[in-house]
């Protein structure tokens, strides 16, 4: 199948790019809207951009041709938090990306908790392991998205799923999203190490990532 996404019906080409890049990580988003209504949905159009400064990236779609809750909020206050999901919370995510008018929060719908943040309004999500407080560093719109991009300005990494520094896998027990109503477990991991190089090679300034 070799697919012009010029000629393709709108549908079918996002229910084809959903299921074939895969697995995604899920931004789970919590926002505050001007009126003070926590929201919270999930996006797996995301990922990290930089490490320093530490920059993530959320593409949030349109509906009705309107953009979505979350990009309305984070465009009008620059503030947001993006929260891990795990497997103990990916139902409550579920419930989260229902369809709810602005004036309901997801928080209450989905029985979440709110963990007041420290640099940011937006509540992070207690249940989550992970929350980094955003500031909108800037946003750019591509067709019916707005891509938001957040400084973090605070990172929450709950000690339970550390080790040695890092977010030990085997503990988080991240969710990712495959296409369709697919969902992935982290926990079959495996271990590779980058290969070392010993002929030519690029000029390293700085430790290689
Ligand atoms: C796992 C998952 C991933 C999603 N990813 C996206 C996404 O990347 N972009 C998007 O616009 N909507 C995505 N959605 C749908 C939104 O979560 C949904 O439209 C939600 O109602 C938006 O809420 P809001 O209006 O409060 O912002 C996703 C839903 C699920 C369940």
Redesign the pocket.
Known sequence: MIVDPETFDEDEAYRLMISAFVPRP?AFVSTRSPEGVD?C??????MGVSSAPMVLAV???S?HGRP???ARNILETREFVVNLVTEDIAER??IA????APEVS?FDEAGLTRAPSLAVRPPRIAESPVNFECRLLQHVVVADNTVCFGAVVRMHVADEVLAGGVVDPRRLRAVG?LGYKYYCRTTDVFEMVRPRVTGPKAARPTEAR
């Open positions: 899920i929201n949905a999930p996006f797996s159009f995301a593409s949030v779609g509906r979505k809750d979350t995510m579920n990306s229902g369809d709810y997801e999203r």
